[in-house]
């Protein structure tokens, strides 16, 4: 079997020849995973070597030789500092990256040379030379670029860093017990270790040369933390990707010929992602890169036989930064085309609420609850407004921004693959907003006046719309997000619109299938870890909300290389939607203000249903 390959001179390729060729391409080579697991091992017994005096004197002691650093107060410091850093290097000598790579060439040869100078080891001058020798001879696969980085990193790093020199600090401290004058307190033992870091004499007293060692470690400790922090404050910035005007208006003009392929397609929109185009500029792959993995979120955007030709792109952008590539929600359609054109795997993620607004109805059993809560929600007084962004007047507009904004449930914006991360840009003005008011509320009592709840669609397509995300003051009455849900699906045919899309719901079939008669024991435990995990993620809660509006369900993937990849693929998707966040704690942030009597709101956006 062959297809069409956009922008492949010799027309078509091999679909299992291209798959292999990725499902390579990407994959860490032995010698990489190979030096830097041994940098790992020989940087862990470095620091024990440095750090205890019995490990280094003990039946250990003839392996540690062999080890960089040496013995002696110059010696422990050597070995302290050469050990760490080595351990930082490992991670990114396995990732191929070419900084790491350079890092370990220049500290290999000086640990040779500390070998000889101070021990005398010729074992291990020759231990450092030949991981040295693997790192120049295989040199050709360490050639991945840097990630996204800004200098909070160097603050980052002088916090984690700092943290680890002041743990590893006290046990140099505390590892000589019959060396230490007196009984010094752990007061006195964390003060010298303070003092240690910046170079200075301590109250803590030792007999002999084993003052020396103390003050020659703990300074190394400094020193490192120090130079590492300056390091990455001044380096380079390499700022994550962003949307240029350019790339946005090539995506809306995508988007305009094949938007209603895929509901998330308006949600490449995202300011806050990189794209990739096809060489024929007639599809693109929309990204964000967290902590080394490279996201894409929904179908590529454009026509269908030009996206093999941005897969490849984004393939050989993940491979040249070495990046894992996923996928994070995409169709059935588009599962098949990545894992054909790419060889990776694809596993149902769940599945997308989609009601056809000409079978909905309020009427029959079925919707008797949602019926009669709407019911009794417009008795008490309240009136719904769905319109189409253009059609908002600036003030009121900017209102329900704020509103919006402080109505949000979490300090953190959440939302990545199905989340605009906007709402009222003029930009966007297809998209539709649906508000709930209450004629009676006083003007003095909220300040944003009758306004209670907001729903904010995007387009899908010409006749279709995507829920982007659901908000409403906690003081309203319960059944906002029901109200405004039906108000826009009865308004839908006079914005001609077929289709829309509502919230995702994570593992639905597993929850469905568990809850029925003759569900066998392990589908009934996996469906009751998932009920579990709904107390803090709502899995369970969303799933029976969008039962509620009798829709179809359509599956949805997340697309990745091998199995050992899921766990780092679920992390950096959590990152991504804003379930955990490595932002500053709360105590240093500027706290947004909220009006009085305001209590958080849980699973007030669409962008929930990703995580």
Not at 120 to 126: A, D, F, N, P, R
Not at 149 to 162: M, T
Not at 474 to 501: F, K, W
Request: net charge positive; glycine share 10%.
């Amino acid at each position: 079997m062959s297809v069409t390959v956009d922008g492949d001179k010799s027309g078509t390729v091999p679909c299992t020849a291209r798959g292999r060729r990725f499902l390579r391409g990407p994959r860490p080579a032995s010698v990489p995973a190979l030096v830097g697991s041994a940098c790992a091992a020989v940087g862990l017994i470095d620091v024990a070597a440095g750090v205890f005096p019995r490990f280094r004197h003990s039946r250990m002691h003839t392996f540690a030789e062999v080890l960089p650093g040496a013995l002696g107060p110059f010696a422990a410091a050597l070995s302290l500092s050469s050990g760490v850093l080595l351990l930082l290097l490992a991670h990114g000598i396995k990732r191929h990256k070419r900084r790491a790579w350079r890092a370990a060439v220049v500290l290999l040869p000086a640990g040779a040379v500390a070998q000889f100078v101070y021990r005398h080891s010729l074992i291990g001058v020759l231990v450092s030379l030949a991981l040295c020798f693997l790192l120049v001879r295989h040199r050709s696969q360490f050639a991945a670029l840097p990630d996204p980085r800004s200098r909070w990193r160097a603050l980052a790093n002088f916090v984690l860093l700092g943290a680890g020199s002041l743990a590893l600090g006290l046990v140099v401290v505390s590892v000589h017990p019959g060396r230490v004058v007196g009984n010094p307190s752990i007061a006195d033992r964390l003060q010298h270790v303070l003092y240690g870091l910046f170079g200075l004499e301590g109250p803590v007293d030792y007999a002999g040369t084993t003052s020396w060692t103390v003050a020659y470690s703990l300074g190394a400790l400094g020193l490192l933390t120090a130079v590492t922090t300056i390091y990455f404050a001044f380096r380079p910035e390499h700022p994550a990707a962003r949307l240029t005007e350019d790339d946005e208006a090539r995506l809306r003009a995508l988007l305009a010929k094949h938007g209603g392929r895929d509901s998330l397609g308006h949600f490449a929109l995202r300011r806050d992602k990189g794209v990739v185009f096809s060489p024929s500029g007639k599809a693109a792959v929309c990204y964000r890169v967290v902590s080394g993995v490279m996201l894409a979120g929904g179908d590529p955007i454009g026509d269908v036989e030009a996206w093999p030709g941005a897969i490849e792109r984004f393939m050989d952008e993940a491979r040249a930064h070495s990046w894992t590539p996923a996928v994070m929600g995409c169709s059935e359609t588009g599962g098949e085309v990545w894992t054909r054109e790419t060889g990776l795997s694809a596993l149902e993620l769940g599945d997308e609420a989609v009601v056809d607004v000409a079978d909905f109805s309020l009427a029959g059993r079925a919707m008797r609850n949602v019926r009669q809560m709407v019911k009794r929600i417009e008795r008490n007084g309240y009136e719904t407004r769905v319109r189409r962004v253009r059609d908002i007047g600036d003030t009121e507009l900017d209102r329900i921004r704020r509103a919006a904004a402080d109505w949000r449930g979490t300090d953190t914006e959440r939302g990545f693959s199905m989340a605009l991360g906007r709402i009222g840009d003029r930009a966007d003005g297809d998209c539709v907003i649906a508000t709930a008011h209450l004629a009676e509320t006083g003007a003095g009592e909220s300040p944003y006046g009758d306004l209670k709840a907001v729903l904010h669609f995007v387009p899908w397509g010409g006749d279709g719309l995507s829920l982007e995300l659901m908000r409403r003051d906690r003081s309203a009455d319960p059944g906002m997000n029901e109200l405004l849900i039906v108000a826009s699906l009865q308004a839908a045919p006079r914005l001609s619109v077929v289709r829309v899309s509502l919230n995702f719901a994570m593992f639905r079939s597993a929850l469905a299938r568990g809850e029925r008669l003759g569900a066998g024991p392990v589908l009934r435990c996996w469906r009751g870890l998932l009920i579990f995990l709904s107390r803090w993620f709502q899995i369970e809660s969303l799933y029976r909300f969008n039962a509620k509006f009798q829709p179809r369900w359509e599956p949805r993937f997340v697309v990745f290389r091998t199995s050992r990849d899921l766990p780092r693929i679920g992390i950096a998707a959590l990152q991504a939607e804003g379930f955990v966040s490595l932002a500053l704690p709360r105590p240093f942030r500027a706290r947004r203000p909220r009006p009085c009597g305001h209590r958080p709101e849980q699973g007030a956006e669409r962008g929930v249903r990703a995580a």
